[in-house]
């Protein structure tokens, strides 16, 4: 089969590759609809990981909606010819990390992000790939809805539930002011996520015209835009009265913008960060603002969830109306040969994009 690969750091090209088989409890998928992400992008050009931990090539992609081709046979819920979604995140649920709470990281740390991991230890092929490996089927794969088009159910994958995830770590208080600092597509996920949890204030940061008017229809009722406020942190202390905001959502941004959500939030409040940081050994905390260590201030750290229940609890906020992240598609490709295009598109994220699809089949 073929796939799009990140062959070594800096580099991805088509490679041929044998197609993969299931285990009892897996399920073999072909694509119908994908996306790339920013985190394709950190991963091939920031050499996010340390190259000897790495296993090259590595077919790329963790966004997808696909028809089941094959399944083990102890899968249960799913056969050949069923359209599913496929979360980014796809645990191995027969582990004691998801008694502990935390299945993001079954087997280990991230452990969870197998599609398109570069890591020789837990990480395997990507989707943007004729056919491609789901572990876990029964707990990993959703059922598609007939009332929602492939390229939109692709958004829950990975936009929504990351941006969704940081609206859920940002502990928002009923009627609370939040700061989401960036507003690509997960910010604008969290952006909605917000509202949806019941933020009374949200102020959106951000400045490319096409992302600032999709947080205003998210529910953002301030907008700082980067370029007339290099000051963010000043910026959003001097609208809120020098009080600063209940919750911050990283969701872009250096290892700096650690700095700005600290000064941000007020005593007591909660930075949740969502963001790949793809470079940098450290992430620096303002020690004044961090009331010298004591401001209770927390500060988490999260990745997206993923399984089958909040691929299916995520489809049904789309299918009710309580959301609808079709708003983030701002190019379409069709065709399985136009992947490269869509990547390099959001690697170089000209100012009318938010987030392409490529859709393979219709």
Not at 111 to 140: C, Q, R, T
Not at 202 to 224: L, M, N
Request: aromatic content about 8%; glycine content about 12%.
């Amino acid at each position: 089969m073929r796939g799009f690969a990140m062959v070594d750091f800096g580099k991805a090209e088509w490679i041929e590759k044998e197609r993969p088989k299931p285990g009892p409890y897996d399920a073999i998928v072909k694509p119908i609809a994908v996306a790339p992400c920013t985190s394709d992008i950190h991963t091939v050009f920031e050499a996010a990981f340390p190259r000897e931990m790495c296993e090259f090539p590595r077919i790329l992609g963790h966004e997808a909606v696909g028809e089941v081709v094959e399944v083990g046979s102890h899968v249960k819920d799913f056969k050949p010819g069923d359209r599913v979604v496929v979360p980014a995140i796809t645990p191995d649920w027969r582990t004691l990390d998801v008694q502990r709470g935390y299945h993001q990281h079954s087997g280990g740390m991230l452990a969870g992000w197998k599609f398109s991991n570069p890591l020789k230890e837990g990480g395997k092929d990507g989707v943007f790939a004729e056919y491609f490996h789901v572990n876990d089927a029964d707990m990993n794969l959703a059922h598609l809805p007939d009332e929602i088009k492939p390229e939109v159910a692709v958004m829950a994958t990975d936009m929504m539930t990351t941006g969704f995830h940081g609206a859920e770590l940002a502990d928002i208080p009923l009627g609370g002011t939040v700061a989401v600092i960036g507003i690509g597509p997960v910010g604008l996920m969290a952006v909605a996520g917000a509202r949806l949890l019941g933020a009374g204030r949200i102020i959106a940061v951000g400045s490319r015209p096409v992302c600032v008017e999709a947080a205003k229809y998210y529910g953002a009722t301030d907008i700082v835009n980067r370029r007339e406020h290099p000051d963010i942190a000043g910026r959003i202390l001097e609208l809120t009265g020098g009080e600063g905001v209940d919750s911050v959502i990283i969701a872009g941004g250096n290892v700096d913008v650690m700095k700005t959500a600290v000064k941000i939030v007020k005593p007591g409040g909660t930075v949740a960060n969502i963001n790949y940081f793809g470079s940098g050994d450290y992430l620096p905390i303002p020690r004044i603002e961090w009331g010298q260590g004591m401001a209770h201030k927390t500060i988490k750290g999260g990745l997206c969830p993923g399984g089958r229940l909040r691929m299916e609890r995520l489809l049904d906020l789309i299918k009710y109306g309580r959301v609808d992240p079709s708003r983030l598609i701002t190019h379409k490709f069709k065709g399985f040969d136009k992947i490269p295009e869509a990547l390099y598109l959001m690697k170089d994220k000209p100012k009318d994009l938010i987030k392409p699809v490529v859709i393979i089949e219709e």
